[in-house]
Structures are given as C-alpha cells and as structure tokens.
C-alpha cells in the first residue's frame, strides 16, 4: 500500500503523513529531507546551490545516512536552499531512484512532499493535496519558530513561505500541483486531530 501526501510549506502534511503511517502501520518517508540533505552537502562543502555542478555532485552522492541530523536539516536557510537545488532536473531523477526504492519494500509507505501523487508515484493507493492559506501557513511556522527559541518576525515567515510556494508552483520540472485523483484536504480551519480524522476517511474511502 502507498500513501501519497502533497501540499505546500507548512500545509500540516508532515505531522499528518506521520500519523497516517503510524495508523496504517506503514513506513514514512519525508521527500523534502532528501532535497534539504542535498542542498546542506552543498553549503557544507563550502559550495553554492545556484551552481548546477555543485547541486548534481551532491544530488548523485546522496545516501540515506545524510537524514539522520534532521534538526540541522530543518534550519529555515537549508529549505530555503532546498527549494532552489530541487528545481533542477537533474537533481530531481538523482533523488526520484531513492523514493521509489523506498516506496517498493513491503509492505509499502507514506511518501510527503510536493510531486508524490503526480511523479514519484503516480499510481498510489491513496493521495492526499493538503492545502491550509499562507496566512494559516506561516502562523503554523512561526509559532513553531518562537517555540524553538527564534525571533522570526511574523512577517518575515509569511514572505518566506509566499516565496518558497511561488518558486515552488511556478518551477519547469514537477511543479507543485494536486494530482487529478487527489483529494483534497484544507487544513485552515481544522485542528491535527480533525485533520487526521478527515484524512483516514479519504484514505479509507480511496480503498
Ligand atoms: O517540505 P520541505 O519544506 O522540507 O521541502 C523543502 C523543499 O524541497 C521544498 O520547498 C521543495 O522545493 C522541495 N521538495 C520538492 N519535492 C518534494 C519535496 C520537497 O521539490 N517531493
């Protein structure tokens, strides 16, 4: 069984994507982090995301050992980064091999990201679009951030998210987009908790 689960910067399918594979005792694997580990190989080695050479090198050298440190991949700078390596063709079929592997072990997964119903894998048992506002967004964002120590500005997260949605809607190759047999979930209004009950039932529904 494979679950696809696309949306958006901090639409809520991560903690969702969790849960859901907990539920159906399922394997997790979160895509961004393979971009974010891509992206920080780059910056680490003293590299620049905006050189095709340096983003390949580290796309093609990506192992699975490089998403252990995820608080270091979770820095707000590394999805920044994230966002522009992973608007590389070539970057993207280097890290494409590494989710279908993922995908393929019984007795299946929960793949989160932004091409997983559309690209990865398009004949997914279930897919799931969550969508929340920007607004929504980045308050999400930023509460995270101030609880984590930052003093992100609120307006400073909701211009990063704006961004990183546009480069992410507007890119050539995989763009974020739902799937035309996804359903999809707005998470403005709801709590984890009605969030994650509204999923199962679309999933339940899709079987
Ligand atoms: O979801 P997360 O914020 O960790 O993803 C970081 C970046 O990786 C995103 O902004 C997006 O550009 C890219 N990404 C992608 N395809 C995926 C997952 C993430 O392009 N399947």
Known sequence: M?????????????????????????????????????????LESGGDVEDPGHRRDAAKRLDAAALRDEAALRQPGVGEAASIVAADPEVRSAVLAFQRDFAAVPPGAVLDGRDIGTVVCPCADAKLFVTASAEARAERRWREM??????????????????????????????????????????????????????????SGSQ
């Not at 679950?3 to 901090?10: E, K, L």
């Not at 992100?152 to 190759?173: G, H, K, N």
């Open 2 to 42: 494979i679950i696809a689960i696309d949306g958006p910067a901090a639409s809520g399918k991560g903690t969702l994507a969790k849960r859901i594979a907990a539920h159906f005792g399922l394997r997790r694997l979160d895509t961004g982090l393979l971009y974010r580990a891509v992206a920080r190989a780059v």
């Open 146 to 203: 101030v609880a984590g120590g930052s003093d992100a500005a609120p307006e400073q997260v909701l211009a990063d998210i704006r961004r990183r949605d546009a480069r992410d809607t507007s890119r050539a190759v995989s763009p974020l987009r739902p799937a035309d047999d996804a359903h999809l979930l707005d998470t403005t209004d709801l709590d984890i908790e009605a969030a994650f009950r509204a999923a199962v039932d679309l999933i």
